[in-house]
T-cell receptor, first 114, second 114 residues
Framework: AQSVTQLDSQVPVFEEAPVELRCNYSSSVSVYLFWYVQYPNQGLQLLLKYLSGSTLVESINGFEAEFNKSQTSFHLRKPSVHISDTAEYFCAVILGAGANNLFFGTGTRLTVIP | DTEVTQTPKHLVMGMTNKKSLKCEQHMGHRAMYWYKQKAKKPPELMFVYSYEKLSINESVPSRFSPECPNSSLLNLHLHALQPEDSALYLC?????????????FGAGSRLTVL
């Protein structure tokens, strides 16, 4: 069973427009949620994380995500995208406090159009 | 130092060759990981080491042999690989095991098997 689902494989958006990348997870235990970004031909960089506490988490470059337990979602949003945001975005989850495997979604390719 | 360093960045090898991928971190992290990422796919866990001991082996073929000589180094020895093993190999580290430990990834080693 898929632990984390990213429904949108590709999201094209015009520069300075808002964007939402969707992520849903399936778990009955406590979860730890992450968004990683991968620029072309590079490794993964942590964008933001939800471990506990405030359900709204923010990154330093304007992205934010909200943990919604009732909807089992952790959607990523940015109010105004830049060309440099073009990349692959992966939602990931660790299921349970004692778990060690970071499960990745299938990724969403964000393309910002000038 | 907040980086995970992987060498080489690119590797081309024949099916009869023996080669190694190397990973190094100096953040004092005690858990280290190998992930495999095929083109346009999410990363998949291969191995987890905790305190230099193999903790998880995700049923990886024996032609991949991990080694953790000390707490800062993680190697992946490659022998008799197949063309389908061509992928981006990502190393990661975290302070410890368990859900709240955030993984820091290296830039990856891109392997091509001829």
């Amino acid at each position: 069973a898929q632990s984390v689902t990213q429904l949108d494989s590709q999201v094209p958006v015009f520069e300075e427009a808002p964007v939402e990348l969707r992520c849903n997870y399936s778990s009955s235990v406590s979860v730890y949620l992450f968004w990683y970004v991968q620029y072309p031909n590079q490794g993964l960089q942590l964008l933001l994380k939800y471990l506990s506490g405030s359900t709204l988490v923010e990154s330093i470059n304007g992205f934010e995500a909200e943990f919604n337990k009732s909807q089992t979602s952790f959607h990523l949003r940015k109010p105004s995208v830049h060309i440099s945001d073009t990349a692959e975005y992966f939602c990931a989850v660790i299921l349970g406090a004692g778990a060690n495997n970071l499960f990745f979604g299938t990724g969403t390719r964000l393309t910002v159009i000038p | 130092d907040t980086e995970v360093t992987q060498t080489p960045k690119h590797l081309v090898m024949g099916m009869t060759n023996k080669k190694s991928l190397k990973c190094e971190q100096h953040m004092g992290h005690r858990a280290m990981y190998w992930y495999k990422q095929k083109a346009k796919k999410p990363p998949e866990l291969m191995f987890v080491y905790s305190y230099e001991k193999l903790s998880i082996n995700e049923s990886v073929p024996s032609r991949f042999s991990p080694e953790c000589p000390n707490s800062s180094l993680l190697n992946l020895h490659l022998h008799a690989l197949q063309p389908e093993d061509s992928a981006l190999y990502l190393c990661a580290s975290s302070q410890g095991l368990g859900g709240a430990n955030v993984l820091t990834f290296g830039a990856g080693s891109r392997l091509t098997v001829l």
